[in-house]
T-cell receptor, first 112, second 114 residues
Framework: NAGVTQTPKFQVLKTGQSMTLQCAQD?????MYWYRQDPGMGLRLIYY???????DKGEVPNGYNVSRLNKREFSLRLESAAPSQTSVYFC???????????FGPGTRLTVT | GENVEQHPSTLSVQEGDSAVIKCTYS??????FPWYKQELGKRPQLIID?????GEKKDQRIAVTLNKTAKHFSLHITETQPEDSAVYFC?????????????FGKGTKLSVIP
């Protein structure tokens, strides 16, 4: 059981470039989440998917898009990266009718 | 939406002393209150949680208390050890509409001095 996995671990982008962060879970969880973590700001929800086929905006969705590819995978896309998107991105998943969220190892993204 | 305030932002204690971290929340619909521990460069991991129908929960050296009326909850760590040094996040969760969203506090950096 790998749990929640994320790729890549590190990424450096130039302003205006695009990229997709990948997240997968092998725990048969229904819900998946994308957070960003900035120093002194805690974890802020970008988008979530309550179940396969649905996605909804969180607290800070601007500049991002998501795709729930199937039950296992939930990707986060930056279409035109900006320096303000420099952050550590965490994916999390949750099984049906449970609150507990399991986090992936994170992706550290730097936009120059 | 929900707003979670967490205090203090940094906390230093001597090994063996107790540490207390406090959080307040704004939305009375919130009914789940977890605490996550994050070591440097690692992912957040759940250490304890409490539901709104419970006032206190204990797990070895860690306890959480909840005051629904005042909308605040606290993490208590007794007999602190150097391995307790980490950033701790509180959160408030709401099962409304099936989303089970969590709103996190900004974190408390706990340093345990040997």
């Amino acid at each position: 059981n790998a749990g929640v996995t994320q790729t890549p671990k590190f990424q450096v982008l130039k302003t205006g470039q695009s990229m997709t962060l990948q997240c997968a879970q092998d725990m048969n969880h229904n819900s998946m989440y994308w957070y960003r973590q900035d120093p002194g700001m805690g974890l802020r929800l970008i988008y979530y998917s309550a179940s396969e086929g649905t996605t909804d905006k969180g607290e800070v969705p601007n500049g991002y898009n998501v795709s729930r590819l199937n039950k296992r995978e939930f990707s986060l896309r930056l279409e035109s990266a900006a320096p303000s998107q420099t952050s550590v991105y965490f994916c999390a998943s949750r099984r049906l009718s449970s609150y507990e969220q399991y986090f992936g190892p994170g992706t550290r993204l730097t936009v120059t | 939406g929900e707003n979670v305030e967490q205090h203090p932002s940094t906390l230093s204690v001597q090994e063996g002393d107790s540490a207390v971290i406090k959080c307040t929340y704004s939305d009375s619909a919130s009914n789940y209150f977890p605490w996550y521990k994050q070591e440097l460069g690692k992912r957040p991991q759940l250490i304890i949680d409490i539901r709104s129908n419970v006032g206190e929960k204990k797990d070895q050296r860690i306890a959480v208390t909840l005051n629904k009326t005042a909308k605040h909850f606290s993490l208590h760590i007794t007999e602190t050890q150097p391995e307790d040094s980490a950033v701790y996040f509180c959160a408030a969760g709401d099962s409304g509409a099936g989303s089970y969203q969590l709103t996190f506090g900004k974190g408390t950096k706990l340093s345990v001095i040997p």
